[in-house]
Every structure is written in structure tokens, then in C-alpha cells.
């Protein structure tokens, strides 16, 4: 008998089989799809020679990662490159603001009136990032903060709704570059906790940079099915698991999930019912012949670029997707150029580009005129370098990654209390109702992102309960 079985080799199932396979048991991973990986994949979707990410693409939250920094992916071919700059947010006069890696350009780039609040915000918690970024996401009662005052600190200003954190700059340019930080995880700008999302994701580009992995973003996910195998793990593809019966005898069975499908597999019923996932995204990667005609600078040199006029324009973006259920007029995009920084990504001279925006849960129309209006506003002539385009609306990218339910790459609504107590109140969320099953997917804290972290605290709980049978 195994001592655990792990579902489902995204990022986070990959992960809590390595975290068992370091501690001496016996894993075996399963997983549906031809190829490991989840949202961290990479495909040609679209022309011979341009290597895409069919999901993530840049990784803040990787580099930062406990869980990866923990273990030695590099030794398996993961290398991380950083863009000169982490991420632009271009505006309609040619200009823009930048996240760079130095505190100082970044304050700049937001006018002489904002640099110093901005500065204030975040060197209170800059230099002690790494201690920060492992008690917020160990959370909950993983482990014990190893610096609570710091955390606390961060929770004053993090759990309030980045509407009240805007209010202490002036201009427009760093309320928009906030908002876009914010839209990442397709969150109402007044949501609770949201100026937390964005303080992780500002602090996170000063202190690692938000690089793309050399390749693409399966070569973070073959890393870690590499270290699986070196540890004595067992890893099986093209294997769908309808039920638990489908999966050999062993002490633990962990999910890398959605809520949904654990129930139905293993039969809990409407024990999830009341689990809410969130809005839809429609996504393209675009194979160009050139690099992306930006009016800013500082947007050609970026590897991630936001996209929104301005503040009150995400906003409109977002509450259409996730209130009014309609696709934005003038979407929020985020795009990432991986190629600006790596040229093995496409053939010589060209360009793969990743963009997608946000729309209602399950939607099947079509985005991509908005899309392109949108791009064209911020770098005309851009559908003049389009060779190729791949597109995803939610039903595609659900058919891709069952866990991306309706469309939802977070796996659940990041609003209400569900940001941080996912995907059932509880202080124990990674067990079910079945003591020897556990879920470890983004659905449970710290929540979505390619990091690791919910595979990491899986298992924690996990091991705890094989050392005690």
C-alpha cells in the first residue's frame, strides 16, 4: 500500500507529492492530461517554433515561492529570466508607469506628489520580505508566524479594499498601477483584502522581480516532476480518476482539484455547494513578426504590461465581468512578452504574445475585437505583427484544466471572506469530510498563483496524519 496518492500534477499537486516524497513516503501522482503540469504549461498553440503558455506566464509569486526556493528546481533545468523591467502600465499620452526592481525608478515613475507616500508603503516591509511572504502564505494554522508583528502590521494595511490604499496618492498614474495589480486575481477593487494582492505583487518585483522561466512555464512543472521521480515518487499521465475506487490503495489521497470535482469524485455531496467561483477570462497568444509596437518606452523593455486607461477604467472592467455579467466595452488586459527577454520562445526576429481579459463566469462569446481596440489604443499598428492568433474563452480554457471552472484560471471567487478562508470557513482547510482525503489546489490558501504553497500546507496536514496511523 502507497502512503499517498496525489491528484492532479498542476503546480500544487507536483508539490505536495514532493513534500511527501522528501519526508520518506511513498507517492504516486495521477494525472488526466499527456503532460504534467496544470496552469504552468507550454505549448505551440498557434505556429512550428512559438512556445506559448497556455496559462501562466510570468512568476512573482514563484520566484518568492517558500515552497520553491525550498527545493532545487535549477538542478532540473528551471532557470529564471528577468525582463529589464518587471512590469509597465502604459498610458493614452505615451508615457507610462513602471514596477521596476528598484523602489526609487518605480516611485518616479508615479510624479513628484506620489513617490514618497509610495516609498513609505512599502520599505516598512521590503526588507523583511522573505519572513513576510512565508507567514502570509503559510496561513492559516500551517505554521506559526515567524514574525507576527510584521504580519500584523501588513494586515492593517492589507486587509482594507485597495479603493481606501488609492487614497493616499494623488495622481492617477499610481492609483492604475494599483488597480492593475489588484485585477490580477480578478478581484472588485473594493473587495476585502485586495490592497493585500497588490502590496504582494509591488513588493514582490522589488525584491525577486517577476521573471518568465527559460522555455516557458513547463519547464517549472517538469522541474518538479523531475525531483518527484530523483525522490522515488512515481508520476502516471493520461490517467483520469472518476472516482476514488479508480486509484490504487493507499493511507492518503490529496486533490489537486476544484472543489467540485473532489466532491463528485469521492462523494461528498453539497459538501462545496456553497463554494462561489468567480468570473471568466478570455485569453490569446498571438504569434507576431515583430515585438509590440508600444508608444511607451518603458513598455518595450517590460516583460509584463498592463493594460488600462485608467483606474475608473479596470474598475468599469471588472464589475462587468463579475457584477453585471457582460464582457467589458474596454477590457483590463494583462499581457507578458516572454520573448523580449527570451528569444528561444519564437524564431529568430519574432514574437510570442500572451494576453487575456476578464469576462463573466462561463461565457461563450467572442473577445478578441475588444481585445485587439484595446491593444491597438496603447501600441498602434500592433494587428500589422499578427502572424497567428490562439484563442481561449472559458469554455476552451475549462476544457484545458478542469479546474478552471466557467473560465475561472483562480479556481474560486478571491471576494469576501473566500480570499482568505477557502474554500470552506474553517481553520483546517485542507481537510475534508473524509479523514485520509485532502484538497491542496488553488481553491485553498494562500489561494491562486503559480507557487506551490497550497501543495506545500497540504502536506503538512498530510504527514501529520500518516505519522499518526
Known amino acids: 500500500m502507497l502512503d499517498a496518492v496525489v491528484v492532479g500534477a498542476g503546480p500544487n499537486g507536483l508539490t505536495a507529492a514532493v513534500e511527501l516524497a522528501r519526508r520518506g513516503f511513498s507517492v504516486a501522482l495521477f494525472e488526466a492530461k499527456g503532460t504534467v503540469g496544470g496552469g504552468a504549461r507550454t505549448e505551440e498553440l498557434t505556429l512550428p517554433g512559438f512556445r506559448h503558455d497556455p496559462c501562466s506566464a510570468a512568476h512573482p509569486l514563484a520566484v518568492s515561492s517558500p515552497a520553491f526556493r525550498g527545493l532545487p528546481l535549477e538542478r532540473h533545468g528551471l532557470e529564471w529570466l528577468h525582463p529589464e523591467l518587471p512590469m509597465a502600465h502604459p ?3 505615451g508615457t507610462a508607469a513602471v514596477l521596476s526592481r528598484s523602489v526609487g525608478e518605480t516611485a518616479a515613475s508615479f510624479g513628484p506628489r506620489d513617490a514618497g507616500a509610495y516609498r513609505r508603503l512599502v520599505t516598512t516591509f521590503l526588507h523583511r520580505w522573505d519572513t513576510l511572504v512565508r507567514d502570509f502564505m503559510s496561513l492559516p494554522l500551517t505554521a506559526l508566524p ?95 480518476v472518476k472516482r476514488l475506487d479508480d486509484l490504487p490503495p493507499a493511507r492518503a489521497y ?39 509596437p508600444w508608444t511607451a518606452p518603458e513598455a518595450r523593455r517590460a516583460g509584463t504590461v498592463q493594460i488600462g486607461a485608467d483606474s475608473a477604467e479596470i474598475g468599469a472592467a471588472l464589475r462587468a465581468a463579475s457584477r453585471e455579467n457582460r464582457a467589458p466595452d474596454a477590457p483590463f488586459l494583462i499581457t507578458v512578452q516572454p520573448s523580449v527577454v527570451d528569444p ?93 482525503v485532502f484538497i491542496c489546489s488553488q481553491a485553498t490558501p494562500p489561494g491562486p498563483g503559480v507557487h506551490g504553497m497550497p501543495g506545500h500546507n497540504a502536506a503538512k496536514a498530510v504527514w501529520r496524519r500518516l505519522r499518526q496511523t
Open 254 to 292: 490529496v486533490f489537486d482539484t476544484s472543489p467540485t470535482a473532489l466532491a463528485r469524485i469521492a462523494g461528498f455531496g453539497d459538501h462545496y455547494a456553497r463554494y462561489r467561483y468567480g468570473p471568466g477570462v478570455f485569453k490569446i497568444d498571438y504569434a507576431l513578426d515583430g515585438p509590440v
Open 91 to 93: 498610458f493614452l499620452d
Open 146 to 240: 515567524r514574525d507576527p508583528v510584521t504580519l500584523a502590521r501588513f494586515g492593517l494595511v492589507g486587509l482594507p479594499p485597495s479603493t481606501w490604499l488609492a487614497r493616499r496618492f494623488h495622481d492617477e498614474r499610481a492609483r492604475t498601477l494599483l488597480a492593475g495589480l489588484v485585477a490580477h486575481v480578478m478581484a472588485p477593487l473594493n473587495g476585502f483584502a485586495t490592497s493585500a494582492i497588490g502590496l504582494v505583487f509591488a513588493l514582490a518585483a522589488h525584491t525577486r522581480g517577476w521573471p518568465v522561466a527559460r522555455g516557458g512555464s513547463q519547464a517549472i512543472s517538469d522541474a518538479l516532476a523531475a525531483h518527484l521521480r530523483e525522490l522515488g515518487g512515481t508520476v502516471h499521465t493520461d490517467y483520469e
Open 344 to 436: 528561444t520562445r519564437a524564431p529568430e526576429g519574432k514574437h510570442v504574445f500572451w494576453v487575456y481579459g476578464h469576462v463573466p463566469h462561463g461565457w461563450t462569446g467572442d473577445l478578441t475585437d475588444a481585445i485587439e481596440r484595446q491593444l491597438e489604443r496603447f501600441a498602434p499598428g500592433f494587428r500589422d505583427r499578427v502572424l497567428a492568433r490562439a484563442t481561449a474563452g472559458p469554455p476552451e480554457l475549462a476544457a484545458r484544466n478542469a479546474n478552471y471552472v466557467g473560465g475561472d484560471i483562480a479556481t474560486g471567487a478571491v471576494s469576501g471572506l473566500q480570499t482568505l478562508l477557502r474554500p470552506k470557513l474553517s481553520l483546517y482547510p485542507y481537510a475534508t469530510p473524509h479523514p485520509a
